[in-house]
């Protein structure tokens, strides 16, 4: 009677544990759960390049307006100012939802970093040309124009919503995201545009008396300033980044994000960050 009993009880058991053998081979079984709402704070570095380039060039359009030299030479458009890259650290925040399908994890994710990217650049530049626009016959002006521009920019708040794609691997999650990336900052730009201006007359050929030159010109220096405290820029984000389960609800991430800002005011910016942070899934 006890062998029966014993060898009843193995057939019992073998299924199951064909099954379970079956399971850890095809690897289908989840090791970690990564679905549901997150949060966590995290903290990093942050590396901008700031192109000031044409920063003033509205201002000096708004001082030359209605001018031929601005619609002949199109003096708004020089290049004035050089790029600077500011950095700087950051401290912040996210919260998200995740759906498991599978091996694959899709979510939505709120991120957001208080930084202080702050930068400045002033310069001038002076050209000479000649203009004949709206003149007499046989007149021309050469201009010799300054122009002198100042402008500078402080970021000091950086939120992004972005869509994450993972790929589970244990406690593991992988996951690249892209995304709109939204900031707030301060911008001041100033321009100085002065010019001089001198008639020379053609000589005319067979020789006649030279025509009478006209009247010389002069203008400024004169500045114009502009400015803005808490405008909103916008861009785009996308980055790669991983999670580390290290409890059922608890996990460390890594990641580094690269966001490019639309053009606000002629001024050009760009932003890497890497961070670390620390999260709890509910």
């Not at 099954?19 to 850890?24: E, H, K, L, P, V």
């Not at 060039?57 to 708004?62: D, K, L, Q, T, V």
């Not at 912040?92 to 990217?117: A, H, K, M």
């Not at 994000?257 to 005011?265: R, T």
Request: proline share 5%; net charge negative.
């Amino acid at each position: 009677m006890r062998w029966v009993i014993c060898a009843l009880v193995v057939l019992g058991f073998a299924p199951r544990a064909f099954a379970g053998d079956f399971d850890i081979l095809r690897g289908s079984q989840p090791t970690y759960h990564w679905g549901g709402v997150y949060g966590g704070v995290q903290g990093g570095y942050s590396s901008a390049v700031v192109n000031f380039g044409t920063a003033a060039g509205s201002e000096i359009a708004f001082l030359l307006r209605n001018t031929a030299i601005e619609q002949d030479q199109q003096i708004s458009q020089w290049t004035v100012l050089g790029p600077r890259s500011p950095t700087s650290t950051s401290l912040g925040g996210f919260i998200g939802y995740n759906v498991e399908w599978e091996d694959v994890i899709l979510g939505l994710e709120l991120n957001y970093n208080r930084v202080s990217l702050s930068a400045s650049s002033s310069d001038s530049i002076s050209r000479s040309f000649s203009d004949s626009t709206n003149l007499p016959a046989g007149h021309h002006y050469f201009y010799t124009v300054n122009v002198g521009g100042q402008s500078s920019l402080q970021v000091t708040d950086i939120a992004t919503f972005r869509a994450r794609a993972g790929w589970e691997a244990g406690n593991f999650l992988p996951y690249a995201f892209a995304g709109l990336a939204v900031g707030r900052a301060d911008i001041s730009t100033s321009a100085t545009v002065s010019y001089s201006a001198f008639d020379a007359p053609d000589v005319q050929t067979p020789p006649t008396p030279q025509l009478i030159p006209m009247a010389p010109l002069s203008f400024g220096p004169v500045t114009q300033t502009d400015g803005q405290n808490g405008a909103l820029i916008y861009g785009f984000a996308t980055g790669l980044g991983m999670d580390v389960g290290l409890l059922p609800n608890v996990f460390l991430r890594g990641e580094f994000e690269y966001i490019y800002f639309a053009p606000v005011d002629g001024l050009h910016l760009s932003a890497a960050s890497a961070r670390v942070g620390a999260g709890i899934k509910f």
